[in-house]
């Protein structure tokens, strides 16, 4: 943008803000603000505001392109460096990002470019075909990608509510502003959980470092060979279930060539049947493809997060 239509954009934007109803975080006088100007690349951070009004006034004198606040509640929010703000609680926050997630319309709309062999492609991937050197990923987002990024907070959602037995009543779902939603819970039960607690929600929600055998998975030998014979049951449990849902949701994608066939899976007969997952036909050999196969899983059909977003105590997420 150059300087004349910046002057106007923030001119739009003053004037939005002059009229503009601002929701307050709970405990605003805790929180520590930012603000983004239109042609700047970082926020201005540390300020502090006792009441919504006060936020309200200063964004109608700067016009600033976002507005957001910390997920921390702190003594002295102003205060730098972050140390000397204390923190004392935090919202339990949720990053979830359509370009995470492996839909079938990246092959469409998302490219990759090698810049020292002058070649592309259509799709995301990582290295280049042909000098494998790293390649520069162009991406977008398009309907399907943030119908899939919804359908990620419902399943978040009923994790958060129906598995950990949180109060949803105060639950906040607001654009993120790049390509998916933040997910911010204020609750007491929550509010004093440390990062290192966090992060084990966050693992516990994207089905990281499961021990296959605790859910019903279990190699056997036959003619010889190493095969899985058996996976979980529903019955066996919140995590089993998830397991199995997710798996399906994926292979069902997989057989379609909505997705490509994953390195780890070496099919030798059909790998559903009847809606049902045929464990000893994915071709797995070890405990670790197993747990490539349900982390591959859940990113597609599951809960794909953005975990630095939950763990971090710094981080400041935009306003509705
Ligand atoms: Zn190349
Ligand atoms: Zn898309």
């Not at 923030?10 to 605003?28: D, S």
């Not at 502090?48 to 910390?70: D, H, L, W």
């Not at 972050?82 to 079938?104: C, G, N, Q, S």
């Not at 859940?298 to 981080?315: H, I, K």
Request: with cysteine.
């Amino acid at each position: 943008m150059n300087q004349s239509s910046l002057a106007f954009v923030r001119a739009v934007f003053r004037e939005y803000y002059a009229k503009a109803r601002l929701q307050a975080p709970p405990a605003i006088e805790t929180r520590e603000f930012g603000f983004l100007q239109f042609g700047e690349k970082s926020i201005i951070r540390h300020l502090s505001f006792s009441n919504i009004e006060q936020v309200r006034k200063f964004a109608a004198e700067n016009g600033p392109a976002s507005i957001s606040y910390s997920t921390a509640y702190y003594r002295y929010p102003d205060r730098q460096p972050m140390v000397a703000k204390e923190p004392y609680r935090f919202d339990l926050a949720f990053d979830i990002d359509a370009d995470h997630i492996p839909t079938k319309c990246k092959r469409q709309h998302d490219f990759w470019f090698c810049q020292i062999c002058d070649v592309r492609g259509p799709g995301v991937r990582k290295k280049c075909p042909v000098c494998h050197s790293e390649v520069v990923l162009a991406k977008f987002v398009c309907p399907e990608c943030m119908n899939a990024a919804k359908e990620h907070v419902r399943n978040l959602i009923d994790i958060l509510e129906g598995e950990l037995g949180l109060r949803m009543q105060q639950v906040q779902i607001s654009f993120s502003g790049r390509r998916g939603f933040h997910v911010r819970i204020f609750d007491e039960e929550v509010g004093g959980l440390t990062s290192e607690e966090r992060r084990e929600i966050v693992d516990y929600i994207l089905l990281k470092e499961i021990e296959p055998r605790r859910h019903g998975f279990a190699f056997e030998q036959r003619g010889g060979k190493r095969v899985l014979a058996s996976g979980p049951a529903v019955r066996e449990g919140a995590i089993s279930r998830r397991i199995v849902q997710v798996v399906k949701r994926y292979l069902e994608a997989v057989e379609k060539k909505a997705l490509a066939m994953p390195s780890f899976l070496r099919p030798s007969g059909a790998l559903l049947k009847e809606g049902e997952v045929v464990w000893e036909n994915l071709g797995l050999r070890t405990y670790d493809e197993i747990r490539q196969l349900i982390e591959c899983a859940n990113e597609y059909a599951g809960v794909s997060l953005d975990p630095m977003v939950t763990c971090d105590d710094a981080r400041l997420l935009r306003m509705p």
